[in-house]
């Protein structure tokens, strides 16, 4: 909980910001807008949806574009599987759906620190960390939208980048973690500078933990969670 206590804050703000987009866009009413926060649940990919609306992209090119962007997720849920093992379809096709960078970080540090699964270090981060102040405060921005024109003037636009680079620094546990945080970011800025910020965060997402694979892992030794013992 006390882990959580940030992501709340950060997750309200980015959710915010989202709303304000949204309604400021003039493409999105109101409802579509709350409805894209509870069934979409994307984030970054939300962001981008509205950029590719706003511009007049097909729907096809659209969700293509945006499930690239969320690729990140398949490496997610890949480290997640081994903990998950055995729980019933039902629930990890939830579990799926409310993925996040946010429950993500929380939820594979309490793993590894308890070395076992435990479903509400999943659930709390995935549910009352995110979902819920994410869904809250998307409806708040939209309400507002009108009023608060330029989210830059308050400084609240650094909300999703602060809140990411604080995740990733939570998850540097050793050498291989590292060097796949610092060559994601050197992918990522060098490709948004030279192509677009989406192939970026794609390029950056998916070579930087590529880079950290192929590093020797020095003296740490990997966990295998069904026979995981507590530190």
Do not use: C
Not at 151 to 161: N, Q, W, Y
């Amino acid at each position: 909980m006390v882990d959580g206590l940030g992501i709340m804050v950060s997750a309200a703000g980015f959710g915010f910001v989202y709303g304000l987009t949204a309604r400021t866009s003039g493409h999105f009413s109101p409802l579509e807008a709350g409805a894209m926060s509870l069934i979409a649940f994307g984030g970054a990919a939300q962001f981008a949806a509205i950029g590719y609306v706003a511009s007049g992209l097909a729907w096809p090119a659209i969700g293509l574009l945006t499930l690239l962007l969320n690729a990140r997720h398949v490496l997610y849920s890949a480290a997640l599987a081994p903990w998950f093992r055995g729980r019933s379809l039902v629930e990890r096709a939830l579990a799926a759906h409310l993925l996040t960078d946010e429950s993500f970080a929380l939820a594979i540090a309490h793993f590894k620190r308890l070395g076992r699964f435990d479903a509400i270090g999943y659930w709390y981060p995935a549910i009352v960390t995110t979902l819920i102040p994410w869904n809250i405060a998307t409806f708040a921005g939209v309400m507002l939208g009108d009023a608060i024109i330029e989210p830059s003037r308050f400084g609240i636009d650094v909300i999703f980048p602060a809140a990411m680079a604080g995740l990733g620094v939570g998850l540097v546990t050793g050498r291989r973690e590292l060097v796949a945080a610092i060559a994601g970011a050197a992918i990522g800025v060098a490709a948004s500078l030279a192509i677009s910020p989406t192939i970026g965060i794609i390029a950056g997402g998916m070579l930087g933990p590529l880079v950290g694979l192929l590093t020797p892992s020095g003296s740490d030794a990997p966990t295998d969670p069904g026979n995981a013992k507590l530190p």
